[in-house]
């Protein structure tokens, strides 16, 4: 699949998706977000990627929305405006929802200023680490704008409220080392070696767990992390743990335990979910 706005790159299990607008900061437009949902939703499809790492061409990662429009650039009844947010139902309104409901996880390898929807785009991926010197900005109050891309939710999961709170209310810019002390990266590392730590933290996540399980765990404590009372939660994960129990990945899992081996788990998230998947569209 060509693409105009990224790059997708498949190396063994994991798919780097990269910005690719460098001459201009990789500025994010409503072709960007279309083309953001399809990597990840091919991803979502393909059995042979396990985890996708997204980062950005150039000295940028991604600094907000393209204003090529000027004054008129939010102003969706000229072309400029039109085509930042041509994303709301087709395209880059997707590509939160894709990236959300992805099975593999995925790690935002942020190497340079990441600002407004370059900041919020990352916030349903699983992982996000920082170069040394990137700056990082909620500026949509220095806008006039809202947030975006579902942060006003995703943030305060993330770094809680009143951190939440201070960074969007000021809309001010800050640095890598203030977003990992904020919680908002996990880590600060130097910009050559950034996406060398990010496939790191890939192979983690990958080469001795179950492809079925990271999916389903990801979805469980995403989904869960706010709810008000555990019960729900357990009403799904008993069941899913006896249907798993018979799965050939749970024999395998504990085989390579008793052998002192690396498993090797049978299991594909194209057909194996368990039958309580997608629980949140159970009618029952």
């Known amino acids: 699949m060509s693409y105009e706005h990224i790059t997708c790159d498949l190396d063994g299990p994991i798919m780097t998706v990269t910005l690719n607008r460098p001459d201009r900061l990789n500025a994010y437009t409503g072709q960007m977000g279309a083309e953001i949902a399809q990597a990840f939703e091919r991803a979502d499809r393909d059995d042979n990627v396990r985890a996708i790492i997204v980062t950005g061409a150039g000295r940028a990662f991604c600094a907000g929305a393209d204003v090529s429009g000027g004054a008129a650039s ?57 170069a040394r010197g990137a700056k990082i900005g909620f500026i949509f109050a220095r806008r006039g704008l809202v947030p975006d891309a579902g942060s006003a939710w995703f943030l305060p999961k993330l770094v809680g409220l009143p951190q939440a709170l201070r960074w969007c209310l000021s809309g001010r810019t800050f640095d890598a080392d203030e977003a990992r002390d904020g919680g908002l990266v996990s880590e600060v590392v130097e910009p050559a070696e950034l996406l060398h730590r990010a496939r790191e933290i890939a192979r983690e996540m990958t080469e001795a767990t179950s492809a079925v399980s990271v999916a389903l765990t990801r979805q469980m404590l995403w989904r869960f992390a706010g709810a008000p009372a555990p019960f729900e939660l357990l009403d799904i994960d008993k ?23 690396s498993p ?21």
Not at 246 to 259: K, P
Not at 264 to 284: E, R, T
């Open 264 to 284: 090797s788990f049978p299991g594909k998230v194209s057909q194996d979910m368990p039958s309580q998947y997608p629980w949140w569209q159970d009618p029952g």
């Open 74 to 130: 939010f102003d969706t009844s000229g072309k400029y405006g039109a085509g930042v947010f041509a994303s709301s139902k087709q395209s880059g309104g997707r590509f939160v929802e894709a990236i959300f409901n992805c099975r593999k996880p995925s790690i935002a390898a942020i190497n340079g200023p990441a600002v407004g929807v370059g900041i919020t785009m990352t916030l349903p991926m699983d992982v996000r680490i920082a």
């Open 239 to 261: 069941p899913m743990s006896i249907e798993r129990g018979g799965h050939a990945d749970v024999r395998e899992g504990v085989q390579a335990f008793l052998e002192k081996r």
